[in-house]
Structure formats: C-alpha cells, structure tokens
C-alpha cells in the first residue's frame, strides 16, 4: 500500500511487470522489475494526487478496509483470550488470522 492505496503487480506476458491502482483506474503504469514497477506506481499516485488538488478535482479516497463483524459470545470470548495471551489487540490478531488464512500473512496492523 502507498498512502492508503491498494497497488497491483502483475507479470506482463511479454516481460515485465503491470502494476495497477484500483482506487485510481485511470493510473496503469509498469516497470522491468516488480521493484521498479512499483516505484513507478508510487510516482504515478503522487502526479495524480497533486494534479487533482491543483486542478481542485476530487482527491479519490483509499478504501478503509473497515468492515464488521458479529461472531458469537463463545468466539468473542476465545479470540478476546488469544490476543491477550499474544499482547496484542484483538484487531491485530483477528488481521492476522485473516491473513494467514489466505496464505498471506501480516506481521503488523495498519
């Protein structure tokens, strides 16, 4: 993420590397290297972001990736235990079983 935005890297079929905003459509950019891919990407959100405040266009907003969720006393309860015993909130650890579920797991919490 750059300054809240969700930024994509995908392999281009003839070498290289896509990187793509979705909160910024307009935004396609790529590079030789993923690194240099998104580098590009992190430019090319910096030119957008000054363009639309100089030209007094709306500034897009990142989605906040808020979301909640009503889980049963029992698993409140559980999940409440764990994150004490890990010294961690229970947002922290509800992120990080999230993502390990998925095969993508965070150290940290935004």
Do not use: W
């Not at 995908?10 to 070498?15: L, M, T, V, Y």
């Not at 990187?19 to 690194?35: L, Q, V």
């Amino acid at each position: 993420m750059y300054k809240g935005f969700e930024i994509i890297i995908e392999p281009n079929e003839e070498g290289g590397f896509y990187a793509r905003i979705p909160d910024m459509p307009s935004i396609f950019t790529g590079g030789i290297t993923e690194i240099e891919a998104l580098k590009n990407a992190k430019a090319a959100i910096k030119d957008y972001l000054e363009i639309c405040k100089k030209d007094k266009l709306p500034v897009p907003q990142p989605k906040s990736g808020k979301f909640n969720v009503r889980v049963p006393k029992d698993l409140h309860r559980v999940l409440t235990r764990k994150a004490s015993e890990e010294g961690v909130s229970l947002n922290q650890l509800i992120v990080y079983l999230l993502s390990l579920s998925l095969g993508k797991a965070q150290t940290s919490c935004r």
